[in-house]
């Protein structure tokens, strides 16, 4: 069974930087989208960003500017560069991958934007 494994998450004080990664445990045939969701406490789980295999990229509007993604379709990663962090980024990041082969997510990894 595929497994995404995330890593990089952490506390970073406001203003700061962090790059999650996310790598499938094996290949993962005709991947369609990758990409990242966040949920804070109380709060409904919500994309932060998407990257199609042709590399389009979708953004919230709240991260735009600040996040990046970029994926390579080889190792079938998919990392999120996350700058100027503000406290409100705060959450549970999760990877996501939609493939011909079916619906993945990671276990998730925690965010943490305080001083």
């Known amino acids: 069974q595929v497994q995404l494994v995330e890593s990089g998450g952490g506390l970073v004080q406001p203003g700061g930087s962090l790059r999650l990664s996310c790598a499938a445990s094996?290949?993962?045939?005709?991947?369609?989208?990758m990409g990242w969701y966040r949920q804070a406490p109380g709060k409904e789980r919500e994309l932060v960003a998407v990257?199609?295999?042709?590399?389009?990229?979708s953004y919230a509007n709240s991260v735009k500017g600040r996040f990046t993604v970029s994926r390579d379709n080889a190792k079938n990663t998919v990392d999120l560069q996350m700058n100027s962090l503000k406290p409100e980024d705060t959450a549970v990041y999760y990877c996501?991958?939609?493939?011909?082969?079916?619906?993945?997510w990671g276990q998730g990894t925690q965010v943490t934007v305080s001083s």
């Open positions: 996501k991958v939609v493939a011909g082969s079916g619906l993945y």
């Open positions: 094996e290949s993962i045939l005709s991947i369609v989208v």
């Open positions: 990257i199609s295999s042709s590399g389009r990229m």
